[in-house]
């Protein structure tokens, strides 16, 4: 059975930096692209980034390039998003997503899913 858990959300400041964690079980990180969707109230999921199979091409959403970073620790198979110089308009629901082997930005590409993890950041 696959798992993939998040964790790291929490209520920042304009500015502030967070560190989103999506811990997978089921399945090898390594083996699938992993990306990171978000989805703000009354807005459609968008994704933010994504990392191939074996740390291939990534994505980034232009919204947050040069500020977010997506990375992956295969020897605790767990994904990582930092998060810089976070905006107001950072805030949702952040959910993590496996599938695959090349980053795409369509949810329906990903198989697996986590449960979310909400970010606020406040002005």
């Known amino acids: 059975q696959v798992q993939l858990v998040e964790s790291g959300g929490g209520l920042v400041q304009v500015g502030d930096s967070l560190r989103l964690s999506c811990a997978a079980s089921?399945?090898?990180?390594?083996?699938?692209?992993l990306a990171w969707f978000r989805q703000a109230p009354g807005k459609e999921r968008e994704a933010v980034s994504c990392i191939s199979r074996s740390d291939g091409p990534t994505y980034f959403d232009d919204s947050v390039k040069g500020r977010f970073i997506i990375s992956r620790d295969n020897a605790k198979n767990t994904v990582y998003l930092q998060m810089n110089r976070l905006k107001a308009e950072d805030t949702a629901v952040y959910y993590c997503?496996?599938?695959?082997?090349?980053?795409?930005?369509?949810?329906?590409?990903?198989?697996?899913w986590g449960q979310g993890t909400q970010v606020s950041i406040s002005s």
């Open positions: 997503a496996a599938g695959g082997n090349i980053c795409k930005i369509q949810s329906y590409e990903y198989d697996y």
């Open positions: 089921g399945l090898i990180v390594d083996r699938y692209s």
